[in-house]
C-alpha cells in the first residue's frame, strides 16, 4: 500500500508565496518521477510541475519562473514553492508519484491539498 499525503495549502492574497509539500510512504522500491498537478473549479487537472529522480524538471508555462519544485529522494518528498501567485493560481493542487511498489510499476495521487489567491 503507498499513500501521498500533501501539506500546505491556504488562502493567500496575490503576490503572496506557498509552499506544498508531499510525503509518500508505504511499500516503495524506488520512485521515478514526482510532481504536482492542479484542478480549477470546471476546468480539467493539468500538469504544474514535475521532477525526475536524476533532478529533470518540467514547468508548466503558466508557472515557469514562479514556481519551483524540488525533491529529497531519500526521503520520497517532493516540494512546490509558490511565488508571485496569481487569482488563476487556485485550484486544487494533487502530488503525483510515478513509481515501482515492488515489482509492480504504478502511479499514485494524493488527495489534494486547496490554494486560493484571493484579495
Do not use: H
Amino acid at each position: 500500500q503507498v499513500q501521498l499525503v500533501e501539506s500546505g495549502g491556504g488562502l493567500v492574497q496575490p503576490g503572496e508565496s506557498l509552499r506544498l509539500s508531499c510525503a509518500a510512504s508505504g511499500s516503495i522500491y524506488i520512485i521515478n518521477l514526482m510532481g504536482w498537478y492542479r484542478q480549477a473549479p470546471g476546468k480539467q487537472r493539468e500538469l504544474v510541475a514535475t521532477m525526475s529522480t536524476s533532478g529533470r524538471t518540467n514547468y508548466a508555462e503558466s508557472v515557469e519562473g514562479r514556481f519551483t519544485i524540488s525533491r529529497v529522494n531519500a526521503r520520497n518528498t517532493v516540494y512546490l514553492e509558490m511565488n508571485s501567485l496569481k487569482p488563476e493560481d487556485t485550484a486544487v493542487y494533487y502530488c503525483n508519484a510515478e513509481l515501482f511498489s515492488g515489482p509492480d510499476r504504478g502511479t499514485y495521487w494524493g488527495q489534494g491539498t486547496q490554494v486560493t489567491v484571493s484579495s
